[in-house]
Antibody
Framework: EVQLVESGGGLVQPGRSLRLSCTAS????????MSWVRQAPGKGLEWVGF??????????EYAASVKGRFTISRDDSKSIAYLQMNSLKTEDTAVYYC?????WGQGTLVTVSS | QAVVTQEPSLTVSPGGTVTLTCGSS?????????PYWFQQKPGQAPRTLIY???NKHSWTPARFSGSLLGGKAALTLSGAQPEDEAEYYC??????????FGGGTKLTVL
């Protein structure tokens, strides 16, 4: 059974950093691209970015709204994907989902507020 | 960046049929956009219903189907059930590998 479990969310002040983790199980993690999607309170889904598998270079793509501030990485030995969020803004407040697109985690809430 | 458009809200009667659509500001939606459809109920994570235009997962109820219709991706629900009341999102992929979600359709079964 595929499982994706996000962790690391919480309350953080504007301008600070936070790192989210996505622990995966039930599939060969290294074979798949991993994506992050967020949802601001009462709003729709917004694609944040993804990291390709090593077979496809392990490269990353980001939404314009987070490019240069957020970094996605992966540790295939631990089956974990990371979302490093720097220079956080109040508009980054959202539930952050780790997803294979066909499978989704339950999300972790990030609140950016002073 | 492309804009993906969906109906903000739709209503369907129990047992009825409704079609949700997903359009692109760049032109006609094709199979090359690999359309996905997701269902999200309040307080829950999204659930993938349809991938690559019309393919279903094992958990996708048979009453849901995906297609291309009039230059858009479409999700048709035939025989709506009360539990189908939810928000539905589509996702399109574009060259350059930056996918875009639609704004979502709030479906009411009433």
């Amino acid at each position: 059974e595929v499982q994706l479990v996000e962790s690391g969310g919480g309350l953080v002040q504007p301008g600070r950093s936070l790192r989210l983790s996505c622990t995966a199980s039930g599939f060969t993690f290294g074979d798949y691209a991993m994506s992050w999607v967020r949802q601001a309170p009462g709003k729709g889904l917004e694609w944040v970015g993804f990291i390709r598998s090593k077979a496809y270079g392990g490269t990353t793509e980001y939404a314009a709204s987070v490019k240069g501030r957020f970094t996605i990485s992966r540790d295939d030995s631990k089956s974990i994907a990371y979302l490093q969020m720097n220079s956080l803004k109040t508009e980054d407040t959202a539930v952050y989902y780790c997803t294979l697109i066909d499978y989704w985690g339950q999300g972790t809430l990030v609140t950016v507020s002073s | 960046q492309a804009v993906v458009t969906q109906e903000p809200s739709l209503t369907v009667s129990p047992g009825g049929t409704v079609t949700l659509t997903c359009g692109s500001s760049t032109g006609a939606v094709t199979s090359g956009h690999y359309p996905y459809w997701f269902q999200q109920k309040p307080g829950q994570a999204p659930r993938t219903l349809i991938y690559d235009t019309s393919n279903k997962h094992s958990w996708t109820p048979a009453r849901f189907s995906g297609s291309l219709l009039g230059g858009k991706a479409a999700l048709t629900l035939s025989g709506a059930q009360p539990e189908d009341e939810a928000e539905y999102y589509c996702l399109l992929s574009y060259s350059g590998a930056r996918p875009v979600f639609g704004g979502g359709t709030k479906l009411t079964v009433l």
